[in-house]
């Protein structure tokens, strides 16, 4: 007789897949693995009306995918013999959605509170592959995420950009070449003032906004010095000396990466007061910041972000959820786009990510953008934000092949996901994924009804019996 315990654990198992993704937008769904193929796989995605966001609308356009690379877009493309064709007729493709400011795929929680400055800590250290936001995420049309750190430190951890490549390890889901980074805060959360400290624990520092700016001003000054020593020591060196290296310091490293322009700065800010800090301390120091997070207050400072070319990924319209909130408005995304800031909507929640094509779409209401400039919101920008636009963020030869076909237009509440490819390859197909809930279900009865019979056939002495 079979195992009861085994088929307990089996339908375990299934109760999970059917969770493994509440991914799109109507309840639970099971996971799917990518097409797969070789590098030399060739799709065409025939008859839709591209939005390529950077060279305008196509209509009635057709693009080639060969090898995981856009390499052809326009009208009247022949397929080439044995290329795998998608019919697209009345629909839209679009490039891939990037989010740059994600907490999704991480193990072990998003913050390591203890110290004010945790540079050494890495998030690509702890990313959780089998998270089931990653799949939901990619329902929605996301296919490149920045993963960051949480903000309960002035100088947090260092960041990871992934392809949302559901079915791959942690490893292969990282963005290959994408430029590092490391995450800062201002405000409310590193000073703790929104945090109660359990009884007995004594506050850390810093507690107040002063002594952020402090904290990150003494943490550049050290690494500094560090930097210094360490260019002694190659310069001492090359001349011959036999000379002992400076003792590595893993918390001072990054930071030396971001004075040598080689490891980009995600600033959590809020307040106006607080943006124009962090630019000029970060101009006394010799590096720019590359993006101000939520930056809800960024309106008042535009111009000063503009100069100092800093990017803003902001909401496009959360408000008065805390005091620093308080001053947002909705038309701050339009206003600071046309003051010269390069600035990109982001989701800061896996549940809001799935629908980030909607978030861009209000700021056509709310500041009277275009429509390619509301979809750069979402993916040509924040391409630019984490310097991967060369690869991703727009429908040009050349370019990865992260592309998503929706029913409808994008910026529409009724359309609705149906493809997600990327790299050329199909990790989401709204179709497939309908199917498989039906086939989860059936098996989950058929567990159910063998789990109960075998609970009504008692073994010895009342058990239910069990394999030798």
């Given amino acids: 007789m079979r195992d009861a315990r085994s088929m307990a654990m089996r339908m375990w198992s299934l109760l999970v897949s059917g969770l493994v993704l509440g991914a799109s937008l109507s309840g639970p769904v099971?996971?799917?693995?990518?097409?797969?193929?070789?590098?030399?796989?060739?799709?065409?995605?025939?008859?839709?009306?591209?939005?390529?966001?950077?060279?305008g609308r196509i209509e009635n356009g057709s693009i080639l995918i060969r090898g995981g690379k856009i390499a052809a877009v326009g009208r009247d493309i022949e397929a080439p013999p044995g290329a795998k064709v998608i019919e697209a007729r009345g629909k839209y493709i679009m490039p891939g959605i990037i989010d740059c400011h994600s907490h999704i795929a991480i193990d072990g929680g998003v913050n390591e509170g203890t110290l004010s400055v945790t540079s050494m800590v890495r998030i690509e250290d702890v990313l959780d592959p089998t998270d089931i936001n990653i799949y939901r995420d990619l329902a929605g049309g996301v296919t490149t995420a920045n993963i960051l750190h949480g903000s309960a430190n002035a100088i947090g951890g260092q960041n990871a950009v992934i392809k949302l490549?559901?079915?791959?390890?942690?490893?292969?889901?990282?963005?290959e070449g994408a430029m590092p980074g490391i995450k800062f805060a201002l405000g409310e959360n590193p000073k703790r003032s929104n945090f109660t400290p359990p009884p007995g624990t004594p506050r850390r520092y810093p507690a107040t906004r002063l002594g952020v700016e402090y904290t990150i001003r003494e943490a550049f000054t050290q690494a500094r010095n560090y930097m210094r020593q360490w260019e002694e020591y190659e310069r001492r060196k090359r001349a011959g000396e036999n000379v002992v290296p400076p003792r590595r310091d893993l918390k001072l490293e990054p930071l030396v990466e971001v004075l040598q322009g080689k490891r980009l700065v995600h600033a959590h800010a809020y307040r106006a007061d607080e943006i124009l800090m962090l630019i000029r301390l970060a101009e006394e120091f010799g590096f720019k910041v590359a993006t101000f997070q939520h930056v809800l207050e960024g309106y008042k400072v535009a111009r000063e972000l503009a100069a100092h070319g800093?990017?803003?990924?902001?909401?496009?319209?959360?408000?008065?959820?805390?005091?620093?909130?308080?001053?947002?408005?909705?038309?701050?995304?339009?206003?600071?786009?046309?003051?010269?800031v390069i600035v990109s909507f982001n989701s800061d929640s896996?549940?809001?990510?799935?629908?980030?094509?909607?978030?861009?779409?209000?700021?056509?209401k709310y500041g009277g953008l275009s429509e390619d400039e509301a979809?750069?919101?979402?993916?040509?920008?924040?391409?630019?934000?984490?310097?991967?636009?060369?690869?991703?963020?727009?429908?040009?030869?050349?370019?990865?092949?992260?592309?998503?076909?929706?029913?409808?237009?994008?910026l529409s509440v009724y359309s609705i996901v149906e493809k997600v490819f990327i790299d050329g390859q199909l990790y989401f197909d709204r179709e497939a994924?309908?199917?498989?809930?039906?086939?989860?279900?059936?098996?989950?009865?058929?567990?159910?009804?063998?789990?109960?019979?075998?609970?009504?056939?008692?073994?010895?002495?009342?058990?239910?019996?069990e394999e030798p």
């Fill in 433 to 465: 994924d309908l199917a498989r809930r039906a086939e989860i279900q059936k098996e989950k009865e058929a567990l159910k009804a063998r789990e109960r019979s075998a609970e009504r056939r008692p073994g010895p002495r009342g058990r239910p019996p």
């Fill in 30 to 55: 099971s996971a799917q693995a990518p097409s797969g193929g070789s590098g030399d796989d060739v799709t065409l995605i025939r008859g839709g009306t591209i939005l390529t966001v950077t060279r």
């Fill in 310 to 340: 800093a990017g803003a990924s902001t909401f496009s319209d959360w408000w008065a959820y805390k005091v620093e909130a308080y001053d947002a408005i909705p038309y701050n995304g339009a206003i600071m786009a046309r003051k010269g």
């Fill in 375 to 410: 979809l750069a919101l979402i993916t040509i920008n924040p391409a630019k934000q984490l310097r991967i636009d060369h690869r991703v963020g727009s429908i040009e030869v050349g370019k990865d092949a992260d592309l998503v076909i929706y029913s409808g237009h994008p």
């Fill in 350 to 364: 896996a549940e809001l990510a799935r629908r980030l094509n909607l978030e861009a779409a209000k700021a056509m």
């Fill in 165 to 175: 490549r559901w079915g791959k390890t942690a490893r292969e889901m990282l963005f």
